[in-house]
Structures are given as structure tokens and as C-alpha cells.
């Protein structure tokens, strides 16, 4: 369903509050969400479906502890509707609190990873950012709460499974999850709290943190002031991505009328102009109870809640006045428009215009569109441009007009359905013969209609997703609350869109009985719609240097024209914002906070079930099976080790990986083997693994293969995965073009959108382990000049240039297919492990015996350890500095986890986010390698940053983290332990239990971990400080930054002790 695509892509540029750990994942273009099992007519086979008997049991129990209708009124709630939700196994109570009209979805079901939310309609007049701004805010400090940040102190001390805030186009959403019922109930207080009673309305200095203020110290001259701010500085580095700049620009033209029109989550010029007055008028006009739309999902007591809320809204009445329903945007019918842009550009990315960008966006429907339409769509979407062999998707790749799509498909979150499509890379000669292409594919489908396995294979596809509802670590009731404001909130019914059932059944009935269902929906809404925008995105390799001067110019401009006294005025600011931000809250103050004590926590650490099995199977190869239910779906991984492969050919495995079912294979064509996919298994991928191994030489290094199916469809999935491996064409040249091409553009987005991934991978292979040498050559800066010869060759070198590639591809499958130490992971009950086992022997019984020798690794050229600073075009720093402690002679222990999480919600949160101004700050101990890794995102300073984690030990052994007291301790403890033992669903327990086998991490080792993190004492901090301090000055510590070629050369000139080498990326 459509809705899955839009929603996972939605959470890669949704502004949030988010401490970043780690590189977001490159989620531009679409998600194709491949699976599913075969169905026929309007039935099903999918093994997935609870009996009629058992469903009714399971309904019967939960409406018995549902409030019964006079219990709800006592407590204010009036009960509007109330239905089983067959498809996911709860009962949805929508009430009305009669005094406010504040509406709740109260959901009653099974799982224990409970879910609240707040969603209020927040739509924005402008671009500066005033509901992104508000949402940083609020969880700033509250009546109730009165401290700097109650959301960190959630951070520092909760089990919490999900705690954030999102920033949309025309709402705002405040959603936290736990599995522990009293932690659920304390962030549940905590953030009722933090949106309607915050503090940040009545100060300023909040707004001036987390949205912008002048910064001007006191011996700094007028010319050196700086904007700062976190929203300011994510925004910039939101506007330094021209994906980013490309769907913001094509949005703001298709919906120029209503709110769409403008970027909620604020515009860095525009930013500046918002004045605390409008961020005061915007809080008390759309947070309100009234304006508000809550949710509790999970096995809690139904009835609790409606205490809490009947509690928490007890001083509000209803209002009449608040105006936030979201303006249709009348479809225009005076023909297509046509729109050029500009974004900034490196200088290699040429004045031939060779990096551009062409895409089209169509407004679909002036109003929400009904479901029955609404999924028709998501299946056309699916067939058009889903897989890669989707006939829309391949026509624009095989045009080689472009490098890769751009964000692309159905956008139905919004009010009003929106569709997409384009490509990026683009020269300029081609730039006006991508839109006639795109038009005559789609006349041409409109004309022929689609394959009927094709149909088929999308239409199990998106029937397996929608039934196995795997939401990853997300939790599945914030999963369902998103899916359901795309219709309540535009005031429409709640739980039409958790029903698929009956339009799933409908759409299929209408295809058995052969009805026309595709054509006219692409006649109807694109080749008849004029309502269409081209944007033409071209790159300007001036603009980055040219908006970094007006924003000098424009604070300097300011400075000039105000007096001594008032210039004293913006450095006393500047003092004061400083030493709020850096006066830690009183321990007695902090107590406010809620929090589970470590008496409340398991001592015994989580076991996963693990089988491992030798015996009857070639020499060296192994079943591992995790005995977990999975409601007869199976999850299995095919691991091959590595080690055969020559190190010249290790840059090319991930091109391998790839190819394995993306180029068709010797008896099947690209097409052919999707339809198969598509039709036979719940999804099936192959890419790599890799990771050091603690005090092990070697990495733990495999080409993984990864499926899902139902019981079924299991002899189906592994024969799907054999004939691939064995056959996929590695001599199809224009495949493998087109898929290098595809990866060159992916790097060169992700450097700038992420650079931070790329800084932490440069660091950890200039270790010179395997692992880090592995990483980066096949993900890292290494992976990025590699393609980008790769390509260069391929497009110029012509067939002779191929076949070279294809014979060292040849070469590569040979030195992985092979039986010693190739592994089966499977993961599923007894009875289904049982009936599945005998699969995974004959996949390991037909690799061949002999496989290739291993290859000797160790004669790899070294990556010369130093400082370096890597350019590219953005108006903001990824900064990051990396130690290994284990080479400076330290033994782990588990206070390590704890130390080093209460530095990313303490001294990094504190100095690199609320001092700093950058978006993000965070420190990564990795117990593998030993090495610790500091970044930071979105920063606007690069020097500082780099003192700061310079100032690490000094923090660690100084007052404030000496004087803590044991309740902070607790705190810390109890957070860490949230970490460890995160909620997980069958497939991710089975996989992590797979990885802990593969590192040799067994229970004891766990348990001993555990045990120290729960006997952390505050010593423990600075004996982690020295450590860092010993490895610092035996081994070094080493720098590599992302960053723009100003801020390089001036970093390079202010700091010639730290030698920097700078390279120029983009």
C-alpha cells in the first residue's frame, strides 16, 4: 500500500527532535517494500491469518476491559465509536472529551510496546519555521517540569522504545512508546506536560537556542557575529542537499495556494525574520486541547488513560476560534508548469550542468481521495516504479538521460495526493528530454496496461506487507497512529485507514473479473491532469559561497546600524544564553523528572534461543536456527564468507551484491525473476556484512542474503536464492552500468545529507583492520572514489572496459560459492524450523566443496592515519574525532556503556547541540574495535567542536559529573539497560542472535556486561576519562570533518599545529 512507501520515506526528511547516533539510511527514491506469497482470486493464502474461532476470543477479551460507556462519561470522555480492527487485532474506542472536543483513539490490543501520541494541526503561514521551531521547544521545560530539558532527562533515565517529535507539512506530532507500563505513564505526563504548559512561551532564551539568535562574545568585533540556532542550522544543512532542495521546490510549486506552499520546517533566511512575539501567538492559537487529537495503543489499562487525559485537561474548555483546517489547493486547468532552480554545487560537479536535476509532481485530487482509490494508486505506484524492473522506472534508467531517480511515486499523507517522479544527474543537453519520455511511457502503459504476473507479483507483494505489518524497531502503534491521521486529521473517519481487508478484496475481485483498473487511473490523474509542475534543478557551483556571504553580510549589516549600548545588549544576550545553556540543572531540581529506579530492572540479561548445527552438512558449513514464533512466516539468511575474495576485487562486492537479483539471471529475465520475487516470497536482498571481532585480527566478513516467506512458499524462496547466486547475468553491460551510475549518485547525495557516516568510516579505516579497511572500501570515502572511477570507465572505456568488469564479477562469485563456513540462519518455531530444515541442507550441499582458498588480506595498502577535512558544497560541519582505547591499554568494562551514553545525553547534548548550535552530537563506543568516535551534525563550528571532545576527560573527572548524586546515577544506569534490552520483533530477535554468534558474544559475556553496567559507580567516570586521556597520548587521536572549502581553508589557517589534509570531494 501506498501508504507504507510514503510513510517510510516521509521519516528520512521529516524535521525531528532525534539525538543522532548514526548515519540516517539513504532513503531518497523509493521504498520498495518486495514480498509476498501467492494468492488467488479474492482469497488467500497467506498463512499468516488467525482462525475466525481465535479472533473471536482474542476480540471477546479485549472489549471486556474496555470502560464501559458510564465510567467513560464520569471521567469526560464521551464514547463516539467503538469496532475490532480485525487486521491488527484491536479494539479502536474513538471518544470526544465533552469539555474541550479534544478527540482520543484509544486502541486495545496485545502488544506490550505501548504507544501515546499528541497530534495537533499546526499549518504554517511562511516559511520561518514557526511549528519546527515550537516543536524543539516545548520540551524545553514545563510547569510541571521546570528544568533545561525534561525530553533529555527522558533520554538519561527511561526504557523507553521511542521518544521524539515530528515537524509535517501541516501538524505537529508528539509520540513516545515503552514496554515498562510505569515508564510509559511517565513519559506520558512528561509530554502532556511539556505541549500544553511549556515554558519556552515566556522565555525567550529557548527560542533563541533552539531557533536563532545573534552570537557576539564580548571581545568579538561587530563583523564577527553569527546567526546560531539548532533549527537554523539544521535547516541550512537541509538546504546544503539538493534532494532535499528538489522535493521542497517541487512541492512549494504544486500547492501554491494553501500551506503546502511554504516549508514548516523553516527556510534559513526566512528563519531569521520570525520574532518571538509569532512564536508566542503561534503556540497559544494551535496547542490547544481542542485543536488536539491523542492516541493510546497497547495492553495497558484502557481505563487509566482515560484518567490520565481527563486529569491532564481538566483546566481547558472548548474553543470556538482556532482556524487550523488545511485550505484545499483548486486544481489548476491553464496547463502545466514549468519551473528552474538552482542549488549548490561542487566544483567538480561542472558548469556542463552535468549534475542536474529534472522532475515532475502532479497534484492528483482537490480533496483526500476515497480508499478504494487511495490503494488502486498505491498498487499503480507499485507497478509503475516499485521494482526494478517496473516499466516506468526502467524506461528513465535504460534512457541513460540520468544517473538515478530522484524521490519518486505516490504521496498520500498529506491532505491532497500528490505523485512524482525524475531523475538527477542529468547533462544539460538531456535536461529537456526527460518530461516527453516520462509522458510517452505513460501514454504508453495508459494504451497497453501492465503484465498479468507483473499485477500478480505487486499485488502479493503489498498483501504480504500489509499482513505481516513489520515496522521494524519503530513501534507499530506509532506505525498505525501516522496511518490514521491521514484521515482524521483532515476530520474524516479514524479507522478507514487501518482497514484493508475489504478494499484489498474489492481491488482483487475486480481484477479476477477482469476490469480495467490501471489504464484509466493513469489517463484520469497524469496524462489528463494539467496540474503539473517540471523543475528543472540545476547546479551552481557559486551559490554555496555566494549564500554564505549574504548571511555574513546580513548580520554585519545588522551589527552596523546599532549603537554601542545596544551592541552591548547582543553580547550580554550572548553571555547569558551561554551560561544558561552551560549551568547545569540542581540535582534537587532534576527529582521532578520521573524515572524507574534500578531496582525496577531485570538483572538477568534478555536470552534469544540459538541452535547451532554441523552435523550432516559439508565440512565447515553450519544451521543456525532461533526457535521464536513467527505466525508461520520464515526469515532465513544465506551468509558466504568473504575471505576467498582477492583484496583488488573487495571495492567490487557490493556491485556483486546488487547484481544477484537486480540484472535477471542466465534462464530468467530481469523482469521474470521480480515477477518470481514478487509473486513467491515475502522479499528477498543480498548485500554485505562486516564488523571487527574483539581481539581477533580477522573481521567477521559475508555476502548475506536475506528472504521472508510463508511456510508455503519456503522451497520457493531458497530456489530463488540458489538460481541467483548461481546464475544472476554479470554480463549484462547496461545493467551494470546503470546500477554503478545509481551508486555513484547515492554517494555523492549521502556525503552531503550525512556526512558525519563518512567522517566515522574514514576514521575507522584509517585503524587499518580489516573491518575498517573492508568498510571503507566497500561504503566509505574508498567506496565513493571507487565508483566514481568505476563509472567513469564504464561510460567512456566502452565493451572493453565491461568485460573487464564482468570477468572480475565472474571472478568474485566464484570466490564467495562455497560450502566451508557458508552459513543458513532461519528463524521461526519448532514445527516450522522442522519442516524448513531440509531447504537450508540442500542450499549448502549444492556450493561447491572446494571453494576458493582464502586470501591474504594483510598486504593491503594502509590508509595513512592523520587529520583531514573533507570539502564538499554545505553550509554546515560533520565533525568527527576517533581514539582507540584498546590500544591505549584499555580493558572493557561495562560502566563503558554507561559513561559513554551519559556523555551523548550530557556534555555532547549540552555543548556540541545546546552551546554549539549543531543539530546533532554524539559519541559511539564500539567494544569490537575499541574505538571511540565523536561527530556531530549539522554544526555550524568545526574547531570547537573538536575542543569539546578534546574537553572530555577534564568533564569526566570534574565537579559536575563528581558530584552526582545516586538518583542521576540510577538514571544513567537505567537508560543504559533501555538500550540493551530494546523491543524487538521475531525476525530482528533472530537476526540479533545471528550477530552475536558471528562476534562471539555469548550469554556469559553478556551477562558479565550487565552486571558491571548495574553496579556503575561514579568512579567509574573518570576512569574512563583517563582512559581516553592514556590512548590520546600513547596512540593519537585523529580528525576527519565534512565540511565546505571555506571553513576548511580557515580551520586549516587557525589550527597549522593539527596539519589537515584537505581533499576535495565535491
Not at 478504494?372 to 505506484?381: Q, S
Not at 489504464?519 to 484520469?524: E, F, G, S, T
Request: glycine share 8%.
Amino acid at each position: 500500500m501506498s501508504a507504507l512507501a510514503s510513510l517510510a520515506r516521509r521519516f528520512s526528511t521529516l524535521s525531528s527532535r532525534s539525538v543522532i547516533r548514526s548515519a540516517p539510511g539513504s532513503m531518497s527514491g523509493r521504498r520498495h517494500v518486495s514480498v509476498s506469497a501467492r494468492s488467488s482470486g479474492g482469497g488467500s493464502s497467506f498463512g499468516m491469518a488467525a482462525s475466525a474461532q481465535a479472533v473471536s476470543e482474542v476480540s471477546e477479551r479485549l472489549l471486556a476491559s474496555k470502560p464501559g460507556v458510564e465510567t467513560a462519561l464520569n471521567l469526560g470522555f464521551r464514547e463516539i465509536s467503538c469496532e475490532y480492527i480485525t487486521e491488527y487485532g484491536c479494539y479502536g474506542v474513538l471518544y470526544e472529551h465533552v469539555k474541550t472536543g479534544a478527540q482520543l483513539m484509544s486502541l486495545i490490543c496485545d502488544d506490550e510496546n505501548k504507544t501515546f501520541g499528541v497530534v495537533l494541526r499546526t499549518p504554517p503561514a511562511n516559511s520561518t519555521g514557526i511549528p519546527h521551531i515550537l516543536e524543539h521547544s516545548v520540551l524545553c521545560g514545563s510547569k510541571k517540569y521546570p528544568i533545561k530539558e525534561p525530553f533529555v532527562e527522558l533520554l538519561k533515565g527511561s526504557m523507553q522504545t521511542f521518544l521524539n517529535a515530528f515537524t509535517y507539512p501541516d501538524r505537529t506530532c508528539y509520540p513516545v512508546a515503552s514496554t515498562n507500563v510505569a515508564d510509559f505513564y511517565n513519559l506520558v505526563d512528561v509530554y502532556l506536560d511539556a505541549v500544553f504548559f511549556p515554558n519556552c512561551v515566556n522565555d525567550k532564551s529557548t527560542f533563541e537556542q533552539e531557533g536563532w539568535h545573534v552570537e557576539l562574545d564580548d571581545a568579538a568585533k561587530p563583523e564577527d557575529a553569527i546567526y546560531k540556532g539548532v533549527v537554523y542550522n539544521e535547516m541550512k544543512g537541509v538546504y546544503s542537499n539538493p534532494d532535499s532542495v528538489l522535493g521542497r521546490d517541487l512541492q512549494q510549486a504544486v500547492y501554491p495556494d494553501n500551506t503546502y506552499g511554504v516549508d514548516s520546517g523553516g527556510d534559513p533566511k526566512e528563519i531569521l525574520n520570525l520574532t518571538f512575539e509569532e512564536f508566542q501567538d503561534f503556540h497559544a492559537k494551535f496547542y490547544h486541547p481542542t485543536n488536539a487529537r491523542f492516541w493510546f495503543y497497547g495492553d495497558d489499562d484502557p481505563t487509566k488513560r482515560l484518567e490520565i487525559l481527563s486529569e491532564a485537561l481538566a483546566t481547558f474548555d472548548k474553543r470556538t476560534d482556532i482556524e487550523s483546517k488545511v485550505a484545499q489547493q483548486k486544481l489548476w486547468t491553464d496547463g502545466p508548469k514549468q519551473l528552474r532552480k538552482k542549488y549548490a554545487a561542487g566544483a567538480d560537479e561542472g558548469p556542463d550542468g552535468s549534475k542536474s536535476y529534472v522532475a515532475m509532481q502532479w497534484l492528483l485530487n482537490d480533496d483526500k481521495l476515497d480508499l478504494d482509490t487511495e490503494l488502486a494508486l498505491g498498487f499503480l505506484d507499485h507497478l509503475m516504479l516499485g521494482t526494478v524492473s517496473a516499466p516506468l522506472r526502467k524506461k528513465l534508467l535504460d534512457s541513460k538521460l540520468g544517473e538515478a531517480l530522484t524521490a519518486s511515486g505516490i504521496e498520500d499523507e498529506l491532505m491532497q495526493p500528490g505523485f512524482s517522479v525524475g531523475l538527477k544527474g542529468v547533462k544539460a543537453e538531456n535536461m529537456d528530454k526527460v518530461e516527453p519520455l516520462v509522458m510517452e511511457e505513460l501514454r504508453r502503459l495508459a494504451s497497453e496496461g501492465f503484465d498479468e504476473k507483473s499485477v500478480e507479483a505487486s499485488m502479493n507483494t503489498i498483501e504480504f506487507a500489509l499482513r505481516e505489518n513489520n515496522t521494524g524497531r519503530f513501534p507499530r502503534g506509532l506505525s498505525l497512529m501516522l496511518r490514521s491521521m491521514t484521515s482524521w486529521l483532515y476530520d474524516r473517519d479514524p479507522f478507514t485507514p487501518l482497514r484493508f481487508e475489504e478494499p484489498l478484496q474489492k481491488l482483487k475481485a475486480r481484477i479476477d473479473a477482469g476490469e480495467d483498473v490501471w489504464r484509466p487511473l493513469i489517463q484520469k490523474y497524469l496524462l489528463d491532469n494539467s496540474h503539473k509542475v517540471t523543475l528543472f534543478l540545476e547546479p551552481d557551483m557559486d551559490l554555496a559561497k555566494q549564500t554564505e556571504e549574504e548571511e555574513k553580510e546580513r548580520v554585519k549589516s545588522e551589527m552596523t546600524k546599532l549603537s554601542s549600548d545596544e551592541l552591548a545588549k547582543v553580547k550580554e544576550n550572548t553571555e547569558l544564553l551561554k551560561k544558561k545553556q552551560e549551568t547545569p540543572d540542581s540535582p534537587e531540581a532534576l527529582k521532578c523528572v520521573p524515572s524507574l529506579s534500578v531496582a525496577d530492572i531485570e538483572k538477568e540479561a534478555k536470552k534469544l534461543p540459538i541452535d547451532i548445527r554441523t552435523d550432516g552438512l559439508p565440512e565447515g558449513a553450519k544451521i543456525i536456527t532461533h526457535d521464536i514464533f513467527t505466525n508461520d512466516i520464515v526469515y532465513a539468511e544465506i551468509l558466504l564468507p568473504l575471505r576467498g575474495v582477492p583484496k583488488d576485487l573487495i571495492p567490487l562486492v557490493p556491485l556483486f551484491s546488487r547484481c544477484i537479483f537486480n540484472v535477471g539471471t542466465s534462464d530468467e529475465s530481469l523482469l521474470e525473476l521480480q515477477q518470481r520475487i514478487g509473486s513467491k516470497t515475502g522479499g528477498i536482498s543480498a548485500s554485505v556484512f562486516t564488523s571487527d571481532v574483539k581481539g581477533e585480527e580477522e573481521a567477521a566478513s559475508y555476502l548475506m542474503v536475506r528472504g521472508k516467506c510463508t511456510k508455503s512458499q519456503a522451497p520457493d524462496l531458497f530456489a530463488i536464492a540458489q538460481d541467483a547466486l548461481f546464475k544472476c547475468k554479470v554480463d549484462d553491460a547496461d545493467r551494470i552500468t546503470q546500477m554503478v551510475l545509481e551508486s555513484k549518485a547515492g554517494y555523492e547525495s549521502s556525503i552531503v545529507a550525512a556526512g558525519h557516516r563518512f567522517a566515522s568510516s574514514r576514521l575507522h579505516a584509517m585503524e587499518n583492520t580489516e573491518a575498517g579497511w573492508l568498510g571503507d572500501s566497500m561504503g566509505g570515502l574508498g567506496g565513493l572514489f571507487y565508483n566514481r572511477e568505476l563509472a567513469k570507465s564504464l561510460t567512456d572505456g566502452g565493451d572493453e572496459a565491461f568485460a573487464e568488469v564482468s570477468a572480475k564479477l565472474e571472478q568474485i562469485r566464484q570466490a564467495i560459492l562455497g560450502s566451508h563456513g557458508a552459513i543458513v540462519n532461519m528463524t521461526g518455531d519448532a514445527a516450522l524450523l522442522s519442516e524448513v530444515t531440509p531447504l537450508a541442507e540442500d542450499v549448502l550441499t549444492s556450493l561447491p566443496a572446494n571453494g576458493a582458498p582464502s586470501c591474504d588480506w594483510a598486504e593491503r595498502t594502509p590508509l595513512e592515519a592523520g587529520n583531514e577535512l573533507l570539502t564538499v558544497p554545505t553550509q554546515v560541519n560533520y565533525v568527527a574525532k576517533a581514539i582507540n582505547l584498546y590500544k591505549g591499554g584499555y580493558d572493557l568494562h561495562g560502566a563503558s556503556y554507561v559513561v559513554s551514553k551519559q556523555l551523548n545525553v550530557t556534555w555532547l547534548w549540552d555543548r556540541v547541540r545546546v552551546s554549539g548550535g549543531a543539530y546533532g552530537g554524539f559519541c559511539d563506543f564500539d567494544t569490537h574495535s575499541g574505538l571511540l568516535t565523536y561527530a556531530s551534525y549539522r554544526d555550524p563550528n568545526l574547531l570547537k567542536t573538536i575542543d569539546i571532545y578534546d574537553g572530555t576527560p577534564g568533564h569526566l573527572a570534574g565537579e559536575e559529573v563528581m558530584e552526582m548524586d545516586a538518583e542521576s546515577l540510577d538514571k544513567a544506569v537505567v537508560g543504559t539497560i533501555g538500550d540493551i534490552d530494546s523491543y524487538q520483533l521475531p525476525d530482528s530477535k533472530g537476526y540479533s542472535s545471528l550477530m552475536r554468534y558471528l562476534l562471539k558474544v555469548n550469554d556469559e559475556k553478556r551477562q558479565l556486561r550487565r552486571d558491571e553496567i548495574l553496579s556503575t559507580s561514579k568512579e567509574d567516570f573518570p576512569k574512563f576519562g583517563e582512559a581516553i586521556k592514556q590512548a590520546h597520548e600513547k596512540v593519537g587521536g585523529y580528525v576527519v570533518a565534512v565540511c565546505s572549502a571555506d571553513a576548511a581553508k580557515k580551520a586549516k589557517e587557525e589550527r597549522p599545529e593539527l596539519n589537515f589534509n584537505i581533499k576535495s570531494i565535491m
